[in-house]
């Protein structure tokens, strides 16, 4: 248990399937993060919160939109996507985001299958 | 440019021996943190040490131990006593303070303990 929740575990959508998946913290971070995990690929980093507000978005369509609402919780709305985007989608946090250099908390990964 | 390098895609090492594997990492930024992750097949990324850059002894962590050579900027992962447990993809990771403070990852390197 890292203290960090994503629901559902795993996801099968079709192409033009409108989603969501959802993260929780129940750590009291500030930072919260969404990574995508592809076969044979390092994880890449999608998108960035800082006190619930968007500090990065490393290029990633817009087929992905997240949703920050509060400090605890994040979301990725997906739409249209496309069978490249399958792959394992970790939520995590941190404490906070600047001068930190602390680890990362992660949730368990939802399985994003894109058919 | 890639910040975080592991040269060792995959590793084998028989159950109660040692094993090493290593992380090679680039940066400018004087203050930053090294972390090592392990992620079993269920997808979960569990933290298991960290190396900050002023810290001047090595962490350890149970059987983890992380070899820093500040001035090879490497930082590899040593696992005693391996368990069948053990078997896993390890990641290494870093965070900058004056960069952008983001958690990056490298390629990984799946370990397998054999009995």
């Known amino acids: 248990e890292t203290g960090v929740t994503q629901t559902p575990r795993h996801l099968v959508m079709g192409m033009t399937n409108k989603k969501s998946l959802k993260c929780e913290q129940h750590l009291g971070h500030n930072a919260m993060y969404w990574y995508k995990q592809s076969a044979k690929k390092p994880l890449e980093l999608m998108f960035v919160?800082?006190?619930?507000?968007?500090?990065e978005n490393n290029s990633v369509p817009s087929r992905f939109s997240p949703e920050c609402p509060n400090s605890s919780h994040l979301f990725l709305h997906l739409h249209t996507l496309q069978p490249e985007d399958s792959a394992l989608y970790l939520c995590?946090?941190?404490?906070?985001?600047?001068?930190?250099?602390?680890?990362?908390?992660f949730g368990e990964g939802s399985r994003l299958t894109v058919l | 440019a890639q910040k975080i390098t592991q040269t060792q895609p995959g590793m084998f090492v028989q159950e109660k021996e040692a094993v090493t594997l290593d992380c090679t990492y680039d940066t400018s930024d004087p203050s930053y943190g090294l972390f090592w992750y392990k992620q079993p097949s269920s997808g979960e990324m569990i933290f298991l040490i960290y190396?900050?850059?002023?810290?001047?002894q090595n962490a350890t962590e149970g059987r983890y131990s992380l070899n820093f050579q500040k001035a090879r900027k490497s930082a590899n992962l040593v696992i005693s006593a391996s368990q069948l447990g053990d078997s896993a993809m390890y990641f290494c990771a870093m965070r900058e303070v004056l960069w952008d403070n983001d958690m990056r990852f490298g390629a990984g390197t799946r370990l397998t303990v054999k009995p």
């Open positions: 919160y800082s006190l619930e507000e968007r500090v």
């Open positions: 995590a946090s941190s404490q906070g985001r600047g001068q930190d250099t602390g680890e990362l908390f």
């Open positions: 190396q900050g850059s002023y810290d001047q």
